[in-house]
């Protein structure tokens, strides 16, 4: 399976962004109150997940289409038992929405899962003004993308990294969280971050809303 769409409980980016979303994904999760947005939009989505114990009942096009997956467990947070799901599917990509946005606990919470998500699935955070994702050790390439606001966190050592064509490179420094490299700017038509270990947080704000 190429795509996984989780669609949580946070704040929604643009309509067209979900349903484009959605369209291109092969399976969609439903964590819990994410339903709630899924049904705002019209998506009936292949799986819902969580303690659900804010619904009583559910629409028919949900109990007839949706495999609804209850899961009591207090210990983990609708999104880890999402993701947990999703793995066993063996996507190649798990792509967030509505991942941040309205309790700061909630926002806090998910960015220390993509921090510590060890899989080699790719796992991507939407919000309203960009994506999150992490890198691990090796060489990202960003072609095409001059004038594109990049920020880059690391929450453990990060070393020999490496940054060339952004507006503040650096070269085979070490980094020791927390690291904050906030609005940093690709500045050449090729890019690169290039690391040997440790971990990092890359937020790139969509291209049309830069500021």
Known sequence: ?????????????????LKNLVKSANYVIAADGGLDICLANNIIPDC?????????????????????????????????????????????????????????????????????????????MHDNYGTFTSLKPGTTRFKNKKGQTVSLFSLVDVSNIHLSGFEFPLDR????????????????DEAEIKFDKGKLLIYELNKDRNT
């Open 173 to 188: 420094n070490n980094l020791v969280p927390p690291f904050l490299g906030v609005s940093n700017k690709i500045c050449e």
């Open 1 to 17: 399976m190429k795509k996984i769409v989780i669609i949580a409980n946070g704040e929604v980016p643009d309509g067209r962004f």
């Open 48 to 124: 819902l997940i969580g303690d659900l114990d804010s619904f009583n009942s559910f629409p028919i096009s949900i109990s007839k289409s949706t495999n609804i997956l209850r899961i009591p467990d207090q210990n983990t947070t609708d999104i880890q038992k999402a993701l947990a799901h999703a793995a066993t599917l063996n996507p190649q990509t798990i792509e967030i929405c509505a991942s941040f946005g309205k309790r700061t606990d909630h926002s806090l919470g998910n960015i220390i899962i993509l921090n510590s998500y060890a899989s080699d699935t790719k796992l991507i």
